[in-house]
Every structure is written in C-alpha cells, then in structure tokens.
C-alpha cells in the first residue's frame, strides 16, 4: 500500500473524474494508494479540508497556513492549537518559508512559521515543511526553535540539506518532480535518503509525475512516482511501499493505518 503524504484533495481538477472527489480517491485506491493526507494552506478553506477528512476514513489532514498566504487570516497560536484538536489533524502546516514567490515580506513570514512550530511544539504533531529559495533560513529557524518533529515536503534542495534535515531528526518526501529528465541532483538525492527516511507524496494538483506530466495532477499518479523511485534504488515496488508506509505511520505517529479495503 501506498500513502500520498501531501495532497491538496480541495483543489483536485475533477473533470476526468466527472468532478467527483470519491471517483478521483477510487482511481488512486485501484492503484495502491490507501492513505492521503489532506494539506491545508490558508484557515479560510479549512472547514472544507477538515470535512473531506471526516468524510473518508482513509483522508487525514493537517491545519496551517502557506508562507505565500499571508494575506490570508493569520492565525495566533491558540486558534491553530484549537483546530489541532480534531482527531484526524495529525500535522501542522503547510508551513515554512518561500522567498521564491514574493508576496510578503521575510519577517511576516518568519513571524507565522514561528507560530506554527509552536503548535507543533505544543501539540507534538510533525510541521510540514515548504522551502523556495530558503532552506538555509527554514533549518535555522527551526534549529533555532526547537522543531523536533517535521517533514521537508517536495524536496529539491541539494544533499548539503537534506543531511542537515535528516540530521536534525526530519523526515524527507519526494514528490513526482524526481521523475523529470532535469531533475538529476534531486534523483541523487532520492537515491540517498535513509530508506527509514523517505516519504512520498503527489502534491497534487501540482506537478503530475511522467508520464503525465503537465496535466493536472491527482493522487492515482502517486504510483508513477513510487515505481520511478523504487527503480532508482534498486528496490521493488513493495519493497518501497512497505518501508515509506512504515515511515509514514512513524513519522506521524499512527499506530495503525485506516486503509479502505480496496475494490477487487
Ligand atoms: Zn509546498
Ligand atoms: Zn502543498
């Protein structure tokens, strides 16, 4: 079984799924996909995200707000700790820092990723981590913060990073851009994180993995990228499924995996 660590399930495009939500999940679910975590970047859509959660047993999600949404409602600690609450919010975030796409300044950024390592902190659920341009600042601060549990999400920082990452305790997920012709560091990188380290996830609908590169992404894709992946390592399939579940389960602390049975 498969587990898609980082989806956006309310921003799917549906269309080849005659805009159905469950259609799309069926299509992943047909191909190994038993568990998605459903992210949340901005409190504005959060009532839809913690509601597509309870809606499916095997769809968690997390709270928190993107570091390109801080034109969005900024959260204080307590209301973020209030909405961690919910029993399938099992992480904090999307959080981080992104100097990439400039719509804020640095420090308001920085000021709400602080808030979300404090929750972090608070509620023990892993940060989920968004780097752009600024991965030195994102491990500082964290470093500095005292993040103890989170995970670098779509990873394309260079080696010298993800070592510090797993240094720091940090589990690393790979996401379909390992797939692309150009991608070679990061294919390097996919190669050497720990086997007990690695996540994988889609991102959709960001990013579909070859072969469908270039449509909208959506959960189902997330076996293009674990095949691509366990290829790249000399592993097979089940060999790779087994261990990122694994790492999944222990990175956010589940004892047992909700897994919808799985149409024969
Ligand atoms: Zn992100
Ligand atoms: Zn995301």
Request: with cysteine; charged share 25%.
């Amino acid at each position: 079984m498969l587990v898609d660590s980082h989806c956006h399930l309310d921003c799917l495009k549906l269309d080849r799924h005659g805009g159905s939500l469950n259609a799309a999940l069926d299509a992943a679910r047909a191909r190994g996909v038993g568990h998605f975590l459903c992210i949340s970047i901005e409190l504005e859509k959060f009532d839809q995200i913690r509601a597509i959660a309870e809606a499916h047993d095997d769809v968690y999600a997390t709270v928190g707000v993107h570091p390109c949404h801080t034109h969005s409602h900024q959260p204080t600690v307590d209301e973020l700790l209030a909405l961690a609450q919910h029993p399938k919010v099992i992480g904090i975030g999307e959080t981080g820092l992104d100097y990439f796409h400039d719509v804020s300044t640095r420090e308001a950024q920085q000021a709400l990723f602080s808030t979300h390592i404090e929750v972090a902190k608070r509620t023990g659920k892993p940060l989920i981590i968004h780097t752009r341009n600024s991965r030195d600042d994102v491990l500082a601060q964290m470093r500095h913060e005292g993040a103890e549990r989170a995970v670098m999400h779509c990873f394309t920082e260079d080696w010298a990073t993800a070592k510090a990452a797993l240094d720091l305790g940090y589990y690393i997920s790979i996401s379909g851009i390992v797939t692309f012709p150009k991608a070679l560091e990061l294919k390097d990188v996919a190669k050497r994180i720990p086997l007990d380290r690695l996540l994988i996830e889609t991102d959709a609908p960001y990013l579909a993995p070859a072969p469908n590169r270039g449509k909208p992404n959506e959960p189902a894709f997330l076996a293009d990228t674990a095949a691509y992946i366990a290829a790249l390592r000399g592993l097979s399939l089940d060999a790779l499924a087994e261990a990122t579940t694994r790492n999944y389960q222990a990175a956010f602390r589940l004892d047992t995996l909700p897994i919808r049975a799985l149409a024969s």
